[in-house]
C-alpha cells in the first residue's frame, strides 16, 4: 500500500528559473494539501486541493506560486522565477475525505535549493 | 483563529524513563488535535489524534496523549523512552471556518540519551 510519493525528492534550481513539484497522493485520496518548512521552522500550510478544483488557496504567496491537481495525474506545486527565499522543504500530504476528523498523510518532502 | 503553542525548543531525557513534550491550543469550536514525529531529511509520521471521546489518546510507537479541555493542552507521553524516539515532533491543530489545513507548532526537538 503505497503511500504519498513526491518527486523530486530534491531539486536545485538558480534563481530565475521555474521549480515543479509533484505529489501523487495515497490511493483512494481525492484530497491534496501541500505545506512548506523553512529551516528550523514548522510547516506552514499553502494550498488545499481536491481533483480539478482548488478549495483554500489562503496560505499562497499572490505571486509566482500555482497549484493545480488535474483530473489524471498527480498534483503539481509550480513556482516561477525562484528566488533564494524558497529554498524550503515543500510537504504534499492527502486523506481520503473532507471531514474534520480525516488524518493527513503525509510524503517525504522535496527539498528546493535556489542557488 | 486556531494556533498551537510547544513551549519548549528541545527535551531531554535520558533512556527507559517517561517523556512528556508539551502542546497548548487555542481553538474556537471543537478542537480536533494531531501529533506528527518528523525525522531527518523525512517526511512527517503520523502519531495519533483527539477527535473526541476519551481524554487518553493511544497511537503509534507506544505513544499516548492527554487531551485536558480546561488547561488547553494536549501533551504527548509515552512511559518509558527509547533513543530511537530522538526526533522532531509537531502538534497541529484543525484549520476550522469550514477548511482542513493543519496548524502546526514549531516543533520540539526530542533528545533521548542512552
Known amino acids: 500500500n503505497a503511500g504519498v510519493m513526491q518527486n523530486p525528492r530534491h531539486l536545485v534550481r538558480r534563481r530565475g528559473q521555474e521549480a515543479r513539484l509533484r505529489c501523487s497522493p495515497m490511493?483512494?485520496?481525492?484530497?491534496v494539501y501541500w505545506y512548506r518548512q523553512l529551516p528550523e521552522e514548522g510547516l506552514k500550510f499553502m494550498v488545499y486541493?481536491?481533483?480539478?478544483?482548488?478549495?483554500?488557496e489562503s496560505g499562497m504567496p499572490k505571486e509566482r506560486f500555482s497549484a493545480e491537481f488535474p483530473k489524471e495525474g498527480p498534483s503539481i506545486l509550480r513556482i516561477q522565477q525562484v528566488v533564494r527565499g524558497d529554498s524550503a522543504a515543500y510537504f504534499c500530504a492527502s486523506s481520503p475525505g473532507s471531514g474534520e476528523r480525516e488524518t493527513q498523510y503525509f510524503g517525504p518532502g522535496t527539498r528546493l535549493l535556489v542557488l | 483563529a486556531q494556533s498551537v503553542a510547544q513551549p519548549e525548543d528541545q527535551v531531554n531525557v535520558a533512556e527507559g524513563n517517561p517523556l512528556t513534550v508539551k502542546c497548548t491550543y487555542s481553538?474556537?469550536?471543537?478542537?480536533?488535535l494531531f501529533w506528527y514525529v518528523q525525522y531527518p531529511n523525512r517526511g512527517l509520521q503520523f502519531l495519533l489524534k483527539?477527535?473526541?471521546?476519551?481524554?487518553l489518546v493511544k497511537g503509534s510507537y507506544g505513544f499516548e496523549a492527554e487531551f485536558n479541555k480546561s488547561q488547553t493542552s494536549f501533551h504527548l507521553k509515552k512511559p518509558s523512552a527509547l533513543v530511537s524516539d530522538s526526533a522532531l515532533y509537531f502538534c497541529?491543530?484543525?484549520?476550522?471556518?469550514?477548511?482542513?489545513?493543519?496548524?502546526f507548532g514549531a516543533g520540539t526537538r526530542l533528545a533521548v540519551h542512552p
Open positions: 486541493l481536491q481533483k480539478e478544483n482548488i478549495i483554500d
Open positions: 481553538v474556537s469550536g471543537n478542537p480536533y
Open positions: 490511493k483512494g485520496h481525492s484530497h
Open positions: 497541529a491543530v484543525r484549520g476550522g471556518g469550514g477548511y482542513n489545513k493543519l496548524i
Open positions: 483527539y477527535i473526541t471521546g476519551d481524554n
